[in-house]
């Protein structure tokens, strides 16, 4: 089974929105496997979008995830189950919420800022490659209950050793 990251943005948590993002998302019939609340370090933020890095709008785009503009504080999930990613990006939309479809989580109650940065509430992982490594970024390996991945005696011998199962 695939599984897909989801961050619920600083933007997302101040409007209120988590309900309303997590009822959209149930429509995919994915089993969250992972969730939890986090602080977003400068040095996480920076990992996180690094594909980013040489973008004009990198600094602000790092300031948003940290929540300087909202709550200083994202909900990160991971969703599992077949073609998790694909079935999560179409619910959020494009990225640019003026070009996501008005039904979509993004179209729906996104914006984009004065500065130009778009506040879309939700990021979803772009491909089960990025997934992956955005799941290890922001979840351990004990964080993540997948009793078909990981049973509970992979899970003590992951946390043991410190590493990801293969």
């Not at 990251?5 to 993002?21: A, E, Q, R, V």
């Not at 729906?108 to 506040?119: F, L, S």
């Not at 390996?141 to 590493?163: A, F, G, L, M, S």
């Amino acid at each position: 089974m695939e599984q897909t990251l989801i961050l619920i943005k600083p933007d997302g948590l101040k409007k209120s929105l988590t309900g309303n993002i997590l009822t959209r998302l149930s429509e995919t019939k994915l089993e969250i496997i992972g969730a939890k609340m986090v602080r977003v370090s400068r040095e996480m933020a920076e990992e996180h979008y690094r594909e980013l890095k040489e973008e004009p709008f990198f600094d602000e785009l790092v300031k948003y995830i940290m929540g300087e503009y909202h709550k200083k504080k994202v909900m990160a999930l991971v969703y599992s189950g077949e073609d998790s990613t694909r079935k999560v990006r179409d619910i959020c939309g494009k990225t640019n919420p003026e070009e996501a479809d008005s039904v979509s989580i993004r179209g729906a109650y996104g914006r984009i800022t004065t500065k130009g940065v778009y506040e879309n509430v939700i990021h979803a992982s772009a491909n089960s490659e990025e997934a992956e490594r955005e799941i290890k970024l922001w979840f351990k390996p004990d964080e993540i209950i997948d009793e078909d991945r990981y049973p509970v005696e992979t899970v003590k011998e992951i946390v043991e050793h410190k590493r990801w199962a293969e």
